[in-house]
């Protein structure tokens, strides 16, 4: 029974003190006047009544009513029912507001004179003062609270003739009883009447509608957010204009969370003088006026509710953790069924005609259901996760959260896991986990209903049913008694607050009201207290608890047969059968992976251990251990699952005997787990074993069982420790005193003795086994407190973990291990301190334990000593032998193998991921250290895998990043020191170092690898110190050789370079390079026409005539040879200045004046110019670019003869300034800079020297470009970045786009100025204000470039992307969205665009200069990428070397620089500019594969090789750099043996003649020489040199070594009768599928060469094979024997080709050169594209090229043919075939082979010839003809003369019949 009413309370408005505006409230009277004993008079009452502050208000309101809580020091609550009414204040109150406020009010009281007007008129200043009645209670009636306040306000304004202090006496005095489900009716003594019914059980929360109230406020998600917000400890802030809104919200929002009560602060109705409270930290449910919504937005972390808005908002930074699904998705769809039940029916054809809608105060009950049933969903089971510690005096209780979270498969859940930790949950097992207590229906539905919520989950309208059986039961614990007897309170009249009141609210009398609460507190003593006895029982725990969502563990579902295996493994190892559980082992190390399988090795192991140990022999004892480590590492620190919790007894159990009295126990070795270092989980381990121990007390002491064996005691004893706990419970009270002592007593010591059990097992698996190694663990990354040590998953040894999380003061002082064993003994300490006050142990008990804990920790490092000491001398177990890897020849090992790790690197190939294959990695082996790479070389750690060797491999070049990480090693799981490194071919090595590499090895390794990647200078890299002994830094010495040395070759040049130079470069003695001055120079002038470059070529040009000495035809080859000067001379861009003879008609020149590298180092010697421009005007022009990079040409079209030229961006003053001057009156031409005239007279010159321009002849159509514009901008629009079409009126988008926007043809004035004569591409940035003449006839192409930084992050990405480094959670889409995060495709994307808007420009007849940033980078990319598109030649092997040897090397690429290669340039990074240009290259070749002769093999080679440093090709940022070197001649100038390659050229060459891997079999050229690629991006591809790789060798590129096990030799095959299969499994990502099945082509080459090697012929060149074929192929497409040769490519080039032989050093036809002399359309495919297609089509040709070609002869004999440039004459035997049109020759008479074909379709004369060096003396010069094709001149000698007349004229008929 309890009090109704504690306090009733009258406060009226007062002045505040300070004589602010504000008022405040006074109290005026309170009943009783003394506090209650049980009850003290809550403080701040005056605040809680007017919660906006005491106001007063010009006119009168009408009362309100509201009730507020306020929470007591025990946190028990009051609730002030307040009722507010307003009264007129009186003038003198106004005047005289200091007065003396209580004398006022007796005066008023007294009867005095009140002087109010008549209500009617109220007079203008009448102001009305608030007075509020305020009932405080301890008990939550609010509507009997309403009606009582409501009466005595009633009784005051009607003037009632009654009491009031009666009627306050009576509500004083009111008792009514707690719970119980009573009714009662009371009446104040005003002719009243009241029933009051009290809920059912008192622990089910009372709601009336405030829930549904909620509901309809918010909506469902908006309170399932708040919901899950208060449960996990969020700040929640209600906000209504309302006070009884706010106060019902509360209150609804609590009623949801029954069965947790909320326990931190509650303030349903918050004060306007106490917003501060917001700011608090803790967690709070709040109610603010909405008034104050502008005081509430400073709160960054409070989660507000606005109810008159229906909104809830949720600052950024608060994340509210959803419920776990389903649960979330199902709780949703109920919640909507229950508030709008006609949504199921609103689809319906025939809706019946009324839908039954609840109540409002049903609805309620309803929603509460459907969280009463979430709640029990959630916490199932939680009762089978209780931990019994005590039962007497007090139950103690604990959860094992672990334990619950891991058997519902929620550990990863958010939500769950912080409604565990949260104090509303410990409040729950305190209260709940009682095991004999009154119960609820939260009992018997988390108990009985559980199975069936799980059978409806399905059945929404079962669901349904059950929330509304619930919503019965909790309805009818509020209103017990349906039918209720009417009130009868008497209300005011309609309006009555307008009335004029008679008077102010009387001064009750104190000493009536007083006496009537006396006379009943005194009736009240006399009575017996009427408690009702509480029916207590045992609460039912309910079925096992299941998981919430059956997970199935994907890869690791334990099937029986795994669980199989795991006990066969371990019965083997205990029968001693080593090699068979040898051969399980990995089996079972892979189903450990799974949960079921790790209980199961507990249990087997279980069954091995008697009487608490089991001594095992060193096989058996590290199968063991390797097991328990690989079942603990997937632990976490919670150990959900209890794996750590089945095996800690076992790590005490299993030993081995060491030597005589030493034995090493498990523990010892599964000590590098983070569980071990987790204080919950040895609490949760203690109060389990607590429990067994304490249930064993009780169960039949009499029998005297040994705990042991509790297990297995007869059935009736099954029962749970909660069930004993409850039993006992309902004992105690009928125990005598003493035996309640004694019961008392043995728990206490039975925690004790545990205690100490578990102080001794944590030292056994905190202290290392060498405890010296402490020091070095600390250091170590030890975890920093256990909180980050349950998180982390790498863990350092535990006792560095251990020692980092506690302060330092050290138990005792011992040198050698106080660090370690004072952690130690800290982490244990404050363990007992924990566990043993929570379980009650005594004070003397505990004191024991401090004192004990350090002699325990203290014997156990003794003991280890010994262990530690004897386990060393154990023989190490036996590892792998190390694999030396194949070395380069000259490659030399700088730091010998080092054991490591490779671990898999997030790429999902290799480990056995979706792409299926074994797990390759991670593999055990060896890193090596070469002068030129870093190698691993190991096998696969999977012994399932078999003995594959695993190798990767990266040049100590290309690498770009190298960190330190640590990292488990895959074997034993212990945590190792690693190094990640990442290279720029895309390789990477993850490795972790093996226990025996020191760290200092390391060190060294890394210091000598640093070293490696950054030398100081770039003579130390390996191409230059390749097999070569000398010192770095010494010149090598001279060559001797057959021919002229390069020194020899150097002095001649230099003599040659003096004698020509005139005075005028003499004195300069600075600079004197070995030998390329002469570049320069004019030639002597006897040999002027040697030389010459002129257009018509004649194979003679070229040629250094045979009069020259053989030491000066060298030097003139080799100017002649450099990469600029042949192409120009191929493409006719003029010649050397001083062969004034020529230079008149040609437009362009050849000028030396770059000779010295004077005006601009980055520039080649000799440069195209044209011809009016004096050389010392190029001087000044210079000036105007960056870095001197001025204009010069650098390819001519063919066709249209525009001309493509390239220079740095402008300086200031360049064009632009010369623009900007135009437009700015200036005076006179004072300002003008000198070079910038200069500047517009090259330009001008530029144009002049383009024929269609200087004689204005040219096209005037704009019809070329119709497939670029389409429509209005085409790709203009997207290349210049729009937004600035106004300032560049006239230019290149508008003027070119044909036709106009709307459509209409662009008018005639419009083509007037036709297209202007060049373009210039420049960057936006640079061009901004510049508006062109329009007379000019060049004009700005403004574009946005990226620079080379952005290529560089944006490279960084791309790396990152491909080799990600550490697995990704879903590989696909992660890799996709960093790919698209690298933005690489979209710079490929501009680069192509850009180039194929140039192309379009050019072949429309205009020139285009590109003039973009320095000149070095972008702007290579561009003219590079312009000349492969347009000109086919550079589609070939030999033209792509010279594009890159011209564009690329000569003119000044900084490939040092951007390659980073020595210390200098390693702060500036890798900027792969020439890796971006040939993916441009890969993409163009992907969209045409036709046209390229070489492979993408070719590309990925170079893109290897130009950061590897294997050659030096790629050294040094320019020709002057390679020059002060002397590198520029050795590629050619020595004559070397079969010695290492130093040009990547000559090695190209030398592989093209092993082995096709660098051609293209699909190589067909078309007529059409201009490609225009597609550049969108969706166009693109990913090269798949960036993706790719194979471990079986490493990198196939560089050849030598990746050349592969052979096929098994012939022996092997014939020595039984059948030969075996040559079928062999291909690996992905280990084995190279284009070398383990090569194309159909490859693939005949091979047998052909296998078949002549058998018959004993020396094998062919797989080229002259290639191309014999080919011929053949097309003369059987063209069965006439005429027609055009479709794909001969037209214009000089094959003369052009020939004129290389020059370098050719083997080879009876030549090498790459004259590959493609006779390409036509194959029928193959790329070397790594589809390899079916070209099977039958070549095998076929085989067979028929030879039948076909023995008939037909019309005419043989024998002939001297000339060779090729350079090579000698050769008697061959020629046939004349009239049929297929054709002379054929072989090497002899009976040759079936075909050596060359010449097709007479392309023979343009047959005239005589003349002997040349070399031809048979004995012959008659008449004896010579030519045949002259189209191709090239054929020189001919037959025997005699008159054969030699047969030959022509034979030849002559034939070409006369076609």
């Known amino acids: 029974m309890a009090r109704l009413a504690d306090y009733f309370v009258l406060v009226a408005f007062g002045p505040h003190p300070r004589g602010s505006g504000e ?191 909620l509901f309809r406020q918010l909506g469902i998600a908006n309170v399932l957010s708040l919901f899950c917000a208060a449960l996990t400890e969020h700040k929640v802030l209600f906000l209504s204009r309302s006070y009884q809104r706010l106060s019902d919200a509360c209150r609804g929002l609590l009623a949801l969370l029954f069965p947790l009560r909320y326990s931190f602060t509650y303030v349903p109705i918050l004060p306007a003088q106490l917003l501060e409270v917001l700011s608090t930290p803790t967690p709070f449910v709040i109610g603010v006026n909405a008034a104050f919504q502008a005081e509430t937005q400073e709160l960054l972390d409070v989660i507000v509710a606005d109810l008159d808005g229906g909104t809830v908002t949720v600052p950024e930074c608060v994340h509210i953790p959803a419920l776990p699904e389903p649960l979330h998705s199902q709780t949703h769809s109920v919640l909507s069924m229950v508030l709008d039940p006609e949504l199921d029916l609103a689809d319906l054809a025939f809706p019946p005609p009324t839908v039954s809608t609840s109540s409002l105060k049903m609805q309620d009950k309803e929603l509460r259901a459907v969280f009463l049933r979430l709640f029990a969903q959630l916490l199932q089971g939680y009762r089978w996760c209780l ?85 019965e039961q909790l309805y009818k614990n509020e209103n017990p008694y349906p039918a209720v007897a009417m009130h009868k309170v008497q209300r005011p009249g309609e309006a009555s607050h307008l009335r004029r009141a008679p008077r102010p609210f009387p001064r009750l009398d104190e000493g009536t009201v007083q006496w009537i609460v006396d006379q009943a507190t005194a009736k009240m003593q006399g009575a017996p207290p009427a408690v009702k006895a509480e029916r207590r029982t045992t609460v039912p725990s309910g079925p096992p608890m299941t998981a919430i969502l059956e997970r199935s563990s994907g890869l690791h579902g334990n099937s029986a047969r795994r669980l199989e295996v795991v006990r066969n493994c371990i019965s083997y190892v205990f029968e001693g059968k080593m090699l068979e559980a040898k051969k399980l082992l990995p089996a079972v190390l892979r189903a450990l992976k799974g949960r079921a399988a790790r209980r199961c090795l507990a249990q087997e192991l279980h069954l091995h251990v008697q009487q608490n140990r089991a001594v095992l022999d060193h096989q058996q004892f590290d199968f063991v251990v390797r097991m328990m480590n690989c079942c603990l590492q997937d632990c976490t620190s919670l150990d959900e699952h209890g794996i750590a919790a089945a095996l800690l007894p076992l790590v ?33 381990m203690f109060y389990g074993d607590v429990q067994t121990h304490i249930r064993a007390l009780y169960l039949e002491p009499a029998e005297d069982r040994d705990p042991a064996q509790v297990g297995e005691a007869p059935a009736e004893d099954e029962r749970s420790a909660l069930d004993v706990a409850s039993e006992q419970r309902r004992l105690w009270p009928t125990l005598s005193r003493e035996k309640q002592q004694e019961l ?53 040894s535990m006792a560095g973990s251990v020692a980092e999380s506690y302060d330092t003061e050290s138990g005792f002082e011992d040198a050698e291990t106080c660090d370690v064993a004072g952690a130690v003994v800290r982490f244990i300490n404050r363990f007992v301190d924990k566990v043993c006050t929570e379980s009650g142990v005594t004070s003397d008990h505990l004191k024991g334990l401090h004192v004990m804990v350090p002699d325990i920790v203290q014997m156990h490092i003794e003991t280890l000593e010994a262990v530690y000491r004897e386990s060393k001398r ?43 294959g074994p797990a390759l990695l991670p593999a055990e082996g060896a890193v090596f250290l070469t002068t030129y790479r870093v190698i691993f070389t190991g096998m696969p750690t999977d012994p399932l895998v078999g003995e594959q060797v695993v190798v990767r491999s990266l040049p100590v070049a290309a690498l770009t990043k190298e960190k330190r990480i640590s990292v488990q090693n895959p074997v034993d799981q212990l945590l190792q020191d690693g190094l990640q490194l990442r290279s720029c071919t895309f390789q990477l090595l993850k490795m972790a170092f093996d226990e025996e590499v020191g760290s200092d090895s390391a060190e060294l390794f890394r210091k000598q690898l640093h070293k490696l990647r950054y030398p100081p200078d770039v003579r130390d890299t390996f191409a230059f110190t390749l097999g070569s002994a000398h010192t770095p830094g010494q010149p090598p010495r001279a060559t001797k050789g057959k021919g002229p040395s390069l020194r020899t070759l150097s002095r001649n040049l230099m003599k040659n370079a003096k004698k020509t130079m005139g005075r005028q470069y003499v004195t300069r003695k600075k600079y004197h390079p070995p030998s390329w001055e002469h570049r320069g120079q004019p030639p002597p002038e006897d040999q002027e026409d040697a030389i010459s470059v002129s257009e018509e070529l004649e194979p003679s040009t070229l040629t250094p005539s045979s009069a020259l000495k053989p030491s000066d035809r060298m030097t003139m080859s080799s100017l002649v040879e450099r990469a600029c000067c042949r192409d120009y001379q191929r493409l006719g861009l003029g010649t050397l200045s001083s062969s004034l003879s020529r230079a008149k008609s040609e437009p362009f020149r050849i000028s030396p004046v770059n000779r010295m590298y004077a005006i601009c180092r980055s520039y080649p010697g000799l440069l195209i110019v044209p011809q009016s421009v004096q050389d010392n005007a190029l001087q000044r022009v210079s000036r105007c670019y960056r870095q001197n990079r001025f204009p010069v040409v650098c390819w001519r079209s063919g066709r249209s003869k525009a001309v493509l030229l390239r220079s740095g961006g402008l300086h200031g003053k360049g064009v632009v300034g010369l623009f900007k001057a135009q437009n700015a009156p200036s005076p006179g031409q004072s300002q003008a800079d000198s070079s910038s005239l200069e500047q517009e007279k090259y330009l001008q010159a530029v144009v002049s020297s383009m024929p269609r321009f200087a004689d204005a002849s040219g096209r005037n159509t704009l019809s070329g470009f119709s497939s670029v514009h ?81 290529v560089k992050t944006s490279f960084k990405k791309l790396l990152k992307a491909c080799v990600p480094g550490c697995p990704a959670a879903e590989p696909s889409s992660a890799f996709l969205r960093s790919l698209e995060d690298s933005e690489w495709l979209t710079q490929i994307h501009k680069l192509l665009q850009v180039s194929v808007l140039v192309v379009e420009l050019l072949d429309s007849g205009s020139s285009v200069l590109v003039s973009l940033e320095d000149g070095w980078d972008i702007t290579t990319q561009v003219v590079s990428l312009v000349q492969l598109l347009s000109d086919p030649f550079y589609r070939t092997l030999e033209g792509f070397r010279l594009l890159v040897e011209k564009e690329w090397l000569s003119f000044g690429h900084r490939f040092s620089h951007r390659g980073a290669h020595t210390l200098a340039g390693q702060s500036s990074g890798f900027t792969p500019v020439f890796l971006q240009f040939l993916d441009c290259v890969h993409q163009v070749h992907l969209q045409f594969p036709m046209e390229f002769e070489f492979s993408p093999f070719y590309l990925k080679f170079l893109g290897y090789h130009h950061v590897s440093r294997r050659f030096r090709t790629f050294l040094l940022d ?45 190589y067909a050229p078309e007529d059409t020489e201009v490609l225009r690629p597609y550049s969108n991006v969706s166009n693109l591809k990913v090269w798949d040199f960036y993706t790719e790789e194979s471990l079986a060798e490493g990198p196939p590129y560089d050849w030598e070594l990746a050349q592969g096990p052979p096929e098994p030799p012939e022996e092997e095959r014939l020595d039984g009768g059948a030969p075996q299969s040559r079928r062999r499994v291909v690996w992905p990502c280990y084995d190279s599928r284009p070398r383990a099945q090569p194309d159909a082509i490859s693939r005949l080459l091979e047998e052909l060469q296998r078949l002549e090697t058998e018959l004993g012929r020396p094998p062919e060149r797989w080229k002259d094979t290639w191309d014999r074929v080919k011929a053949t192929q097309r003369l059987e497409g063209r069965p006439d024997g005429r027609g055009t040769p479709s794909s001969l490519l037209v214009s000089s080039v094959p003369h052009h080709r020939r004129s290389l032989g020059v370098y050719l050093q083997e080879g009876p036809v030549g090498s790459t050169l004259s590959l493609s002399l006779d390409s036509d359309q194959s029928s193959g495919s790329t070397a790594s594209g589809s390899r079916q297609a070209a099977r039958r089509s070549t095998s076929t040709l085989y067979s028929q090229f030879q039948t076909a070609e023995s008939e037909n002869r019309s005419h043989e004999g024998t002939l001297y043919k000339k060779g090729a440039f350079m090579k000698p004459w050769k008697a061959r035997w020629f046939v004349l075939d009239k049929t297929k049109h054709q002379l054929r020759y072989y090497d002899h008479r009976v040759d079936t082979e075909c050596k060359g074909i010449i097709d007479l379709a392309e023979v343009e004369a047959v005239a005589p010839g003349t002997p040349t060096m070399g031809a048979p003396k004995t012959v008659d010069e008449k004896a010579f003809f030519d045949v002259k094709t189209t191709r090239r001149v054929y020189n001919f000698c037959a025997q005699d003369v008159p054969s030699a007349q047969q030959w022509v004229d034979q030849i002559q008929g034939c070409l006369s019949d076609a």
């Open 874 to 916: 154990l023989p190490p177990i036996q590892k792998p032998k190390l694999l030396r890897p194949r070395l380069l020849p000259g490659e030399e090992c700088v730091l010998d193998g080092l054991r490591v790790y490779l671990l898999p690197d997030g790429r999902e190939e290799g480990v056995g991921g979706s792409v299926g």
């Open 23 to 213: 008022g405040q409230g006074h109290i005026l009277q309170r009943f009783p006047e003394k506090d209650w004993e049980d009850n003290p008079f809550p403080q701040g009452i005056e605040l809680f009544c007017q919660p906006s502050g005491w106001q007063l208000c010009p006119e009168r309101s009408p009362p309100t009513f509201f009730v507020a809580v306020l929470t007591d020091i025990n946190s028990e609550r009051h609730y002030c029912a307040c009722l507010t009414f307003w009264e007129p204040v009186e003038p003198t109150q106004e005047a005289v507001c200091t007065e003396d406020a209580a004398g006022r009010e007796e005066e008023a009281d007294e009867g005095g004179p009140v002087r109010l007007p008549p209500a009617a008129a109220v007079p203008p200043g009448q102001l009305f003062a608030p007075k509020t009645l305020v009932l405080v209670s301890r008990l939550d009636h609010a509507e009997v609270f309403r009606n009582s306040l409501g009466l005595i306000y009633t009784i005051h304004v009607e003037g009632l003739n009654v009491g009031l202090e009666n009627v306050v006496g009576n509500l004083l005095t009111c008792i009514i009883p707690l719970a119980g489900g009573s009714q009662r009716t009371i009446s104040l003594g005003a002719g009243d009447r009241q029933v009051i019914q009290t809920p059912l059980t008192d622990s089910l929360p009372i709601s009336r509608c405030s829930v549904a109230l």
């Open 652 to 684: 005490t159990a299993f030993c081995r005997k060491l030597s005589p009295g030493v034995t090493q126990f498990a523990y010892s070795c599964v000590q590098e787990h983070v569980v071990w270092s987790t204080p919950q989980f040895w609490e949760a």
């Open 744 to 796: 008392v007593q043995k728990e206490e010591s039975t925690v004790f003795s545990q205690a100490i059990h578990y102080a001794n097992r944590m030292s056994y698996l905190l202290l290392p086994l060498d405890t010296s190694k402490s020091r070095l663990l600390r250091e170590r990354a030890g975890l920093g407190d256990p909180e980050s040590a349950s998180n982390s998953l790498l863990t350092s």
């Open 1518 to 1562: 320019s020709d002057y750099e390679r020059i002060e070197l002397g590198l520029l001649y050795e590629e050619k100038g020595e004559r070397r043996g079969q010695q290492a390659c130093r040009s990547v050229w000559e090695y190209v060459d030398r592989l093209s003649k092993r082995t096709p891997v660098f051609y293209n079999y699909m």
């Open 1270 to 1350: 389409m429509g209005g901008h085409g790709k203009w629009g997207s290349v210049r970045a729009s937004g600035r079409s106004g300032v560049l009126g006239g230019d290149v988008g508008s003027r070119l786009a044909a036709p106009q926007a709307n459509g209409a043809p662009p008018d005639p004035g419009f083509l007037r100025p036709q297209r202007a004569a060049l373009y210039i591409i420049g960057d936006k940035a640079q061009l901004k204000g510049v508006r062109p003449d329009p007379l000019q006839q060049w004009e700005l192409v403004p574009i946005e470039v990226f620079e080379a930084r952005q």
């Open 387 to 471: 931990h019994m510690v005590r039962i007497h005096p007090e139950p103690v209780i604990r959860f094992h959260k672990a334990a619950f979270l891991g058997q519902r498969g929620l550990v990863e859940d958010d939500f769950l896991m912080k409604v565990l930790e949260g104090m509303a949950f410990a409040g729950f097992v305190s209260e709940r986990g009682v095991p004999y207590r009154p119960t609820d229906l939260f009992d018997e539905l988390v108990a009985h209903e559980v199975a069936r919520m799980r059978a409806d989950e399905n059945h929404p309208q079962r669901v349904l049913s059950h929330v509304k059986e619930l919503a």
